[in-house]
């Protein structure tokens, strides 16, 4: 027999929600935050062929669908604390369900996260995560922070997503030794949840890279009223081996890295460096924010201040 709507909901997504006053099963779910935090609430929706591949692993879409939401609370310096699943599924196939549900538990799991409600239909492929989060009163990382002298930094290593993409569609063939890395972050992004709290008391603004370095630092200088300077010379190392025009291209324009962009003042560089070391996740310090016009662009320069022109600055749907 058919797996109905509630069984399903009951064996593959009904799990203990011990940070919860109220889980899956009523009309609501309820929580209560944390004197003194404010909620941070982020959505996020993704659709076949659009933002995932049809055919791709569950277990790993699972993830994803989480993973994308968490990150949004990490640009934001919030603490992940709850989550809840809207699913639109063509049919109830149980080992798909199964891994899917895999996938999202294991990201819940290790990020803090308790699955608290949903909704669950027939339809296309669609999947939106709506993410909660706290974080202390008035301390939130926005876009709007920058202030003039800010350094840039990025964390880890964007564009390799973008290039795990071009790979897998056939565009450009990678080396072995960077095809997992690339493909796994493509499919399994890691959210920057502990740097995004830890850059709470250092930081200035921040965003999490989901539709390109230079597009989303660029949101940061719009809605900072500054101008960003990234200085070429100062990104991070390309993958050794790949094509250096695709790598580039994937470094300042790839979008689905989720990695974080943020501006701190210079004399927060060393403490910086001991959350790099901590995290054991590399940041680079790629730039400036200065109060130069055009006010809202992202110019990237050469070491002695050339600007270098570039083309396409990242994703954007309805326009690409
Ligand atoms: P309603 O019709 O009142 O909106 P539903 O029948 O859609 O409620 O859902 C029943 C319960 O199961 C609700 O508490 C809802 O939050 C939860 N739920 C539905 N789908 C999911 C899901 N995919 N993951 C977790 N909880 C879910
Ligand atoms: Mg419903």
């Known amino acids: 027999m058919a797996l109905g709507e509630f069984d399903l909901i009951a064996r593959y997504f009904a799990r203990a929600t011990p940070q919860a006053v109220l889980g899956p099963g009523d009309d609501c779910a309820l929580v209560q935050p944390a004197a003194g935090m404010d909620l941070a609430l982020t959505t996020d929706l993704l659709v076949e062929g659009t933002h995932f591949l049809p055919g791709t692993d569950p277990h790993d879409l699972g993830w994803k669908t989480l993973a994308v939401n968490l990150s949004d609370l990490a640009a934001m310096g919030a603490r992940p604390r709850w989550a809840l699943l809207a699913l639109c599924l063509p049919a109830a196939e149980e080992a798909w369900l199964a891994a899917f549900a895999g996938g999202f538990h294991a990201c819940a799991r290790e990020f803090g996260v308790d699955l608290i409600g949903g909704d669950t239909t027939r339809g296309p492929l669609n999947l939106c995560v709506t993410a909660i989060g706290e974080v202390p009163a008035g301390q939130a990382l926005r876009r709007s922070g920058a202030k003039a002298g800010d350094d ?29 890395r690339c493909i796994e972050r493509l499919q399994a992004p890691r959210p920057r949840v502990r740097l995004g709290q830890a850059l709470r008391p250092l930081a200035h603004a921040a965003i999490d890279i989901s539709d390109g370095l230079l597009a989303d630092l660029g949101h940061i200088a719009r809605a900072s009223k500054l101008q960003a300077q990234v200085i070429l010379d100062q990104l991070p190392l390309l993958p050794e081996g790949v094509d250096r025009v695709a790598a580039m291209d994937a470094l300042l324009s790839g979008g689905d890295d989720y990695e974080l962009c943020f501006t701190a003042p210079s004399r927060q560089r060393l403490a910086l460096g001991c959350i790099a070391a901590d995290l054991d996740l590399p940041l680079w310090r790629i730039g400036r924010m200065v109060a130069a016009k055009p006010l809202g662009d992202v110019l990237l320069m050469d070491a002695d201040g050339r600007v270098i022109p570039h083309e396409r600055q990242g994703y954007e749907h309805f326009v690409n």
């Open 152 to 180: 840039i930094w990025i964390s880890g290593q964007p564009g390799l997503a973008a290039l795990g993409l071009t790979h897998l569609q056939g565009g450009l063939e990678l080396p072995p030794r960077w095809q997992a």
